[in-house]
T-cell receptor, first 114, second 112 residues
């Protein structure tokens, strides 16, 4: 089945450690996105990529980094510079064809930093 | 840039009663409009979308939304809610797929 896979579902890290969240899609979508979700704040865009080897900062990119070496993969690294990393992280992808413009989401990764 | 406003953060409603979740957006260009639903600790699932054509769009589980260009609104309605409709609902706009902008969400609680 086609879809987006985020792993792991739950992740615990000690403060000061970098951590990488995985996002893989087999939908052949060009665009991929990372969002952060906090209670009452909706979804905030961290980074997005419209094509392989290219990505842009979103609204809250500080303390995060990404790579897009393959069309299928868009990993997110939460660095020690992120002041409040505990959150629910959602990866999404989309196609830009005429009738298939919605974003498809993974099941999310809940990161807890202790 | 586009923005989305969901004025109601929480909406409690009795089972089998009607419900409306409000969504307003601002944009200087034409957009696509979406409603997503999220159950606890899960990703977002598309509920319905408006791309063009008829301004009234429907989902398979009884929800409908109407695009009102003059009021820049895309309110979500259901004539009779069920317990299983309890979830978080997000309105979103997209500038032809380049980016997606989400509202802050409305938590719908259906009371038995």
């Amino acid at each position: 089945d086609g879809g987006i896979t985020q792993s792991p579902k739950y992740l615990f890290r000690k403060e000061g450690q970098n951590v990488t969240l995985s996002c893989e899609q087999n939908l052949n979508h060009d665009a991929m996105y990372w969002y952060r979700q906090d209670p009452g704040q909706g979804l905030r865009l961290i980074y997005y990529s419209q094509i392989v080897n290219d990505f842009q900062k979103g609204d809250i990119a500080e303390g995060y980094s990404v790579s897009r070496e393959k069309k299928e993969s868009f990993p997110l690294t939460v660095t020690s510079a992120q002041k409040n990393p505990t959150a629910f992280y959602l990866c999404a992808s989309s196609s830009r064809t005429a009738m298939n413009t919605e974003a498809f989401f993974g099941q999310g990764t809940r990161l807890t930093v202790v | 840039a586009q923005s989305v406003t969901q004025l109601d953060s929480q909406v409690p409603v009795f089972e089998e009663a009607p419900v409306e979740l409000r969504c307003n957006y601002s944009s200087s260009v034409s957009v696509y409009l979406f409603w997503y639903v999220q159950y606890p600790n899960q990703g977002l699932q598309l509920l319905l979308k408006y791309l063009s054509g008829s301004t009234l769009v429907e989902s398979i589980n009884g929800f409908e939304a109407e695009f009102n260009k003059s009021q820049t609104s895309f309110h979500l309605r259901k004539p009779s809610v069920h317990i299983s409709d309890t979830a978080e609902y997000f309105c979103a706009v997209s500038d032809y797929g380049n980016q997606f902008y989400f509202g802050t969400g409305t938590s719908l609680t259906v009371i038995p």
